[in-house]
């Protein structure tokens, strides 16, 4: 039997023992969606739940990969294992900007306890949002007990991504104001931990004053992130590893506050409900596909072009099969 | 009776008698959506039909607001009346743009001649794509003969709002490559007319030459552009009018075309058709909302978190009362 032909039962069995390469084809499986994607959720779904997801997003050219390598780096110094999704919701405009991250990230190829792995959208944003949390139950369920999401870009999309996290962590750089003025509220909303990377550039002490004074503003008791916490302002130099350490004891700290006040849960049960409503609504829209074809579409669609029928009579008679 | 609750017809009567407040008005209801914009939309669509879409589009900065107000002075001189939609999908994060926008086109505020508002969303980008031909029907039914819609930006939503349009043209500057080298092939495949602007700077030749070898090799016969027609290139300086009279008859000559060959009224068939898929898929999405509450709906979720009922079982039984 061709190896691309096996089913996903057998490749998540290998999976659950190690292999990287049947974990790297049911990551292809949930990306293109469908039964199969369906069928590698069931088997993942009663297996997780052990995993800590950390999710990390920023403006393009922050430094979020090198961040990301380091980060792995250090996580590695004492043997945890880890698993890096790096999301890209706009891919078709900005494809090179994941290869060179990937690039960049081969540093940790070669080591079994690093598993790395990009996913784009295949045509619409919706597939990213139901795909990243089917591959993120996958890298839990085989076993990684950290899983980092990065998302590029700083759009709505991103941050609705990456903010799903347990821990969300938003990097930024030394007069990062320029760059991300538009939608500082929703960075400002998702963050747990914040980093200013190349803080070895000139304006760090601006930026933290900033962040400092957007915090004082923020309504930071709001039940979704937490009362008693705010987020800690780390600064490091990714390229080095400075205040990678230092980082990751702020994301430790952070599960811990999560986990202890309740916070936790509270965000997975707010997850769960999100994905449920996209699930729903996704398998509406493939009912709507079906319903708007055949020789009465076609009627109705010329109709609404003669003036005789509205456009929305018209969508209503298409849609009385499911107003029952 | 506050004017802020005066029913849609009596706006829709005083807007088609040339109120520009009621206009408006009625436009604000639209994109609020709702009811009250179903009612604009079906007093609008019986007498909708004879007016004209033009489509304009390009990168950030390209000068289409500067184009737009050269051109509607040159429609003024021949006394064509005009209306203008300014469409920014990424309102929350380019208001600035949109609003310097809008001021530089007060130039043509005290001309009863020609109408200007800007469009964004309200949160999400469907809204805009069911908003924008609901405001242009309403444009038309009020006795707009020329519909200019501009698109801030050459992402997949502003080249898909402005490439629904009659006729489409694409504003690029010499140079072009660098600010839209990710979307090139979306932008190639809407263009009816190419506008070369600030044809004042160097590189036009090369941009031209670019153009025209991208034509080359683009496939200009399928049936949605029309045989036939291959998009002229013009070069314009919008600030000095140079060029707009030659742009503004390159849009004629498309105009003249595609009402000669059919290729309007398969455009206008297949735009009605993509509209009628939006509403219904937009009318399931609120059908989504409310399935997903009430107490099974807790419980389920509570199920799917403690693992003992997975998501896709979960949204089959959501689904239930709409899978007749």
Chains 1, 2 share one sequence.
């Not at 590695?76 to 990230?105: H, K, T």
């Not at 993120?136 to 990456?162: F, H, P």
């Not at 347990?166 to 760059?179: E, L, Q």
Request: charged fraction near 25%; glycine fraction near 10%; hydrophobic fraction near 40%.
């Amino acid at each position: 039997m061709s190896r691309a032909r096996r089913p996903p039962d057998e490749l998540f069995a290998e999976a659950r023992a190690g292999d990287r390469s049947a974990l790297a084809r049911l990551l292809s499986v949930i990306e293109r969606g469908g039964p199969d994607a369906r069928a590698v959720g069931r088997l993942s779904h009663p297996l997780s739940g052990s995993g800590y997801l950390v999710g990390l997003t920023g403006a393009p050219g922050a430094g979020k990969s090198t961040l990301t390598s380091a980060t792995i780096a250090h996580l590695r110094s004492f043997d945890e294992e880890v698993a890096v999704l790096a999301i890209d919701p706009s891919s078709p405009f900005s494809g090179g900007a994941i290869l060179g991250d990937r690039v960049r990230m081969q540093d940790h190829a070669t080591d079994a306890g690093v598993f790395i792995r990009s996913m784009a959208t295949r045509g619409h944003l919706g597939g990213l949002t139901l795909a990243t949390p089917e591959a993120v139950r996958l890298l839990d369920a085989v076993g990684r007990k950290w899983i980092l999401v990065e998302t590029v870009g700083v759009g709505q999309v991103e941050v609705e991504i990456a903010g799903k996290a347990d821990t969300t962590v938003v990097v930024v750089n030394p007069g990062w104001g320029d760059s991300v003025q538009a939608n500082k509220a929703g960075l400002m909303e998702i963050a747990d931990v914040f980093v200013i990377n190349k803080a070895d550039r000139s304006g760090v002490d601006q930026t933290r004053r900033d962040l400092e004074q957007m915090l004082d503003l923020s309504d930071l008791d709001h039940d979704e992130h937490g009362a008693g916490w705010r987020p800690p302002i780390v600064a490091t130099v990714s390229t080095t590893g400075d205040g990678v350490a230092e980082l990751w004891d702020a994301v430790l700290a952070h599960r811990e506050h999560a986990e202890s006040t309740g916070l936790l849960e509270r965000r997975r049960t707010h997850r769960i409900r999100e994905e449920l409503r996209e699930i729903v609504t996704e398998r509406l829209r493939e009912r709507a596909r079906e319903l708007c074809t055949g020789e009465r579409w076609d009627e109705l669609a010329e109709q609404v072009l003669d003036h005789t029928v509205d456009p929305w009579s018209a969508a209503d008679e298409m849609l009385a099969p499911v107003d029952a």
